[in-house]
């Protein structure tokens, strides 16, 4: 079986991916954070993604509505961490790419040849239209070609140190950049899981990430998998599939899931209400978009990613399923109770994987 990469999608925002009055509820923090990517460092994890959300979804839970910011905190993460991946998040119609060509490349001189960025087209008009952002729903049909763009900017002053593109939504005049990052380049990871957001990763990103989908069913997300394997096929590019599950881990598979019982009892719907009102403004949006997957009623309660519930020995063996799938080159994980569950997925589950043989630190165990 071939090695698969492991990451970490840490909680940048309030109860990290349950939309639920039952689940551990807790603020975002730096030392959170610390402590959860210090110990995934420590376990050989590859990677630590944070997204940005700039408005939550209320009810009871507040969910969401207590956020730290993405760049600032992973520029700290990357001062207290000196192998593991970090990938910020840019959400794109709020930063003008120069900046944030230049925000990436200040990350990289703290972490060389460590730092990504994470391109974050937008889908909840309310976090932008509170700040007199958001361009009209009209933005939902040209989004991938304004990210596009905005990309392209960002590669040229990481390339070239200067940047004179002209296009339909930006335009450089002799745009300088100095210091360069590492090798002149900084990775990109895409999230669109729609026809043209696959397109958009095929064409730009080094990474895609695919949403895992239902309940201990490991490889149903292949055909997500096979899409972006044959947009990259067009391309001529190599571009890497990081597939999203939320592991729920227990001594037993019967304890695990009367964890994911509980959580379910409690579920916040006004805050599901909210995401739901929002995730239909894109009426356009294709089967396979990240909008249409959050608008299903099933797995409200963690935003319909997919979910891996059982004991370490079950979730290793569904984890290599997942691994197993054709041009599956990573798995990033969310966790009920981040720092037991990535304690828990270090010291338990990741030395029965077949595909972490090789890849995890001897002993495994945190400092």
């Not at 990290?16 to 689940?23: F, M, P, R």
């Not at 490349?105 to 060389?112: E, G, M, Y």
């Not at 200067?162 to 745009?175: I, N, P, Q, R």
């Not at 966790?335 to 010291?347: A, E, K, N, P």
Request: with cysteine; charged share 20%.
């Amino acid at each position: 079986m071939a090695p698969v990469d492991i990451g970490v999608f840490i909680p940048i925002g309030n109860n990290g991916w349950l939309v639920s009055t039952t689940s551990p509820q807790y603020k975002p923090s730096f030392e959170l954070n610390k402590q959860i990517v210090q110990k995934a460092e420590s376990y050989g994890f590859d990677f630590a993604l944070s997204m940005i959300k700039l408005r939550g979804f209320g009810g009871k839970s507040e969910f969401w509505d207590h956020n730290l910011e993405s760049f600032t905190l992973m520029s700290a993460l990357a001062a207290v961490t000196s192998k593991i991946k970090l990938f910020a998040s840019s959400a794109i119609l709020s930063l003008p790419p120069a900046v944030v060509a230049r925000m990436a490349t200040t990350v990289d001189s703290v972490a060389p040849g460590r730092f990504g960025v994470n391109i974050v087209t937008g889908w909840q008009p309310a976090e932008y239209s509170q700040m007199g952002l958001w361009p009209g729903d009209a933005y939902f049909g040209y989004r991938y070609d304004y990210a596009t763009e905005y990309v392209r900017v960002m590669k040229e002053l990481w390339r070239d140190g200067v940047s004179d593109f002209k296009g339909a939504h930006f335009a450089m005049e002799d745009c300088k950049l100095s210091p360069r990052p590492t090798g002149g380049r900084v990775e990109i990871v895409a999230a669109g899981q729609s026809g043209r957001g696959v397109e958009f990763a095929s064409e730009w990103a080094d990474y895609n990430f695919a949403l895992g989908v239902g309940i201990n069913t490991p490889t149903a997300f292949a055909q997500a998998t096979a899409r972006l394997v044959e947009a990259a096929a067009r391309t001529g590019r190599d571009v890497g599939s990081y597939v999203l599950f939320m592991v729920i881990a227990a001594d037993t598979d019967e304890a695990a899931r009367a964890k994911w019982t509980l959580y379910g009892d409690g579920v916040d719907a006004e805050a599901v209400a909210w995401m739901k009102s929002q995730s239909s403004k894109d009426t356009k949006a294709d089967a396979h978009s990240t909008a249409a997957a959050l608008g299903l009623p099933e797995g409200a309660v963690n935003l319909n990613m997919g979910t891996l519930i059982g004991s370490y020995e079950s979730i290793a063996r569904m984890l290599d399923e997942v691994a197993d799938v054709p041009g599956t080159k990573g798995i990033m994980l969310v966790f009920d109770d981040f720092l037991q569950g990535v304690d828990d997925f270090g010291q338990k589950i990741q030395p029965l994987m077949k595909s972490r043989q090789g890849r995890a630190p001897a002993g495994g165990a945190a400092s």
